[in-house]
């Protein structure tokens, strides 16, 4: 059973992620902020990576806390649920397009936390929530996960698609990464022995 429960209390959030790398992209997402609830909501549905996710945050002061708190778990959920990760495929890409916009993401479940991010959210909002926020989610997963991860805007004008096209395109990435080899079920993915 692939899979991992991580809670997290701060002075400034409460969250709880469970996660099954085995699922079917089931979700169940409530973080009080509507458009990463809708971007987490991609995330699992497009990596087959089942989700359930809460988090109480001080949404009085701004959704800051909340998305970077939800990611460092999210991304300790997943290293857990990954294990020692023997048999994975451990590379993932994805190019994903969503009308204007193109993204690339390709990753590696290294266990060396990295984030090369060249994507640009022309607009300060996509309605009420901050788009330098989805930087910060994916800083705290990579970091969190072990994930070096790199997502590359191809083309793009229209905020909502850039960003949903970034986390369905890692999601893509994820669905392969985390998959088992069947040539190599057996064994870690590395030359070292150890991920």
């Given amino acids: 059973m692939r899979t991992a429960k991580i809670s997290r209390t701060t002075a400034e959030t409460e969250i709880s992620v469970e996660i099954d790398l085995d699922g079917t992209g089931a979700y169940d997402n409530q973080t009080g902020v509507g458009f990463f609830d809708h971007m987490l ?28 708190d939800t990611g460092i778990a999210l991304g300790q959920a997943l290293r857990d ?3 020692d990760k023997k048999g994975i ?4 890409e994805c190019h994903l397009p969503m009308d204007d916009a193109q993204v690339r993401a390709a990753l590696d479940l290294s266990g060396r936390p990295y984030l090369v991010w060249n994507v640009d959210l ?34 793009g004008f229209n905020s909502h698609h850039i960003a949903e096209a970034a986390f369905k395109a890692v999601a893509r990435a994820l669905r ?13 993915p590395s030359t070292k022995g150890a991920l």
């Fill in 89 to 92: 495929r451990r590379y993932g």
């Fill in 176 to 188: 392969v990464a985390v998959e088992t080899d069947p040539r190599k079920a057996d064994a870690i």
């Fill in 122 to 155: 022309p607009t300060p909002k996509i309605g009420t929530f901050d788009t330098e926020l989805v930087r910060e989610f994916f800083t705290a997963f990579a970091t969190n996960g072990g994930i070096t991860l790199h997502v590359d805007q191809l083309h």
């Fill in 41 to 68: 909501d991609q995330l699992s549905r497009h990596s087959l990576i089942d989700m359930t996710i809460r988090a109480k945050g001080d949404l009085h002061i701004d959704d800051h806390h909340t998305v970077e």
């Fill in 81 to 83: 649920a990954l294990g």
